[in-house]
């Protein structure tokens, strides 16, 4: 089923296959493999994804219209998600539901303190898990009646936009000039390899964040990371 067949019903009240129907739901994400996953996720759930890859592009959607719900991603190239999801989180009238989500498992407790509603930890591929954090922390006045179809679908996001990833990737490495940006590329190579199983650059990712956070010196685990990220994208994508 394409784009245009599910979303033909999208005036329809949800239903127990999309529970989501009626919701907008602004996805903040650099990672085109994880915006993809959360295309997939939003359209086989009935929503109407809108998509920012950056703090300055969401606050940009935020001024026009407020969504049903906001997904943040806690690293982001111009700063942290927390931030926006605080922002979010005191505005009025309130978005019905916040979830922060990073590929760092320690950073759950960054998104709650921010005041986020849930957390969800990437990979994000399963469908049931997704429309279950939502559909649990909406207002009561939109929760769904009556019993729903719990699936065990499993999103698989297409490759091609891991290659777009490494693309990033190589773009920030060749132009970094501070340690800031060797942090945002740790969090988001770390994210990305996780995502897609891609352990040799997800170990270097942690590497790289170890070295910075200790203050030991980061130029042999830069360049390696380099490597990788040209090994794969000569290769189109060695996983």
């Known amino acids: 089923m394409d784009d245009s067949e599910l979303f033909a019903a999208a005036h329809r009240l949800p239903t127990t296959k999309r529970p989501l129907l009626g919701l907008t739901i602004l996805v903040v994400e650099d990672s085109r493999y994880a915006c993809e996953a959360m295309r997939l996720l939003c359209l086989r759930s009935g929503a ?3 998509r ?6 969401a606050y940009r959607h935020l001024k026009v219209y407020r969504p049903s719900v906001v997904i943040a991603d806690l690293g982001l190239p111009d700063g942290s998600g927390a931030d926006l999801i605080r922002a979010v989180t005191e505005s009025s009238p309130r ?6 989500t990073s590929g760092d498992e320690n950073a759950e407790s960054m998104a709650m303190e921010a005041g986020a509603d849930g957390f969800l930890p990437k990979p994000i591929t399963s469908l049931a898990e997704f429309q279950s954090a939502i559909l649990s ?8 009646s009556g019993p729903r179809e719990l699936s065990d679908e499993m999103i698989e996001p297409d490759l ?5 990833d490494m693309s990033h990737a190589a773009e920030v490495l ?11 590329v740790a969090q988001f190579l770390g994210g990305v390899a996780r995502s897609v199983g891609d352990s040799s650059l997800a170990g270097a990712a942690d590497e790289l964040a170890d070295a910075r956070s200790t203050g030991r010196p980061v130029a042999a685990v830069t360049a390696r990371i380099a490597g990788l990220v040209q090994e794969r994208l000569k290769q189109k994508v060695a996983i």
């Open 48 to 50: 109407r994804i809108r």
């Open 52 to 57: 920012a890859d950056c703090l300055k592009s």
């Open 95 to 100: 978005v019905g539901v916040i979830l922060g």
């Open 137 to 144: 922390r909406l207002p009561a006045d939109r929760q769904m």
């Open 160 to 164: 091609l936009a891991f290659q777009d």
């Open 174 to 184: 060749n132009e970094a000039e501070d340690t800031k940006t060797l942090d945002y």
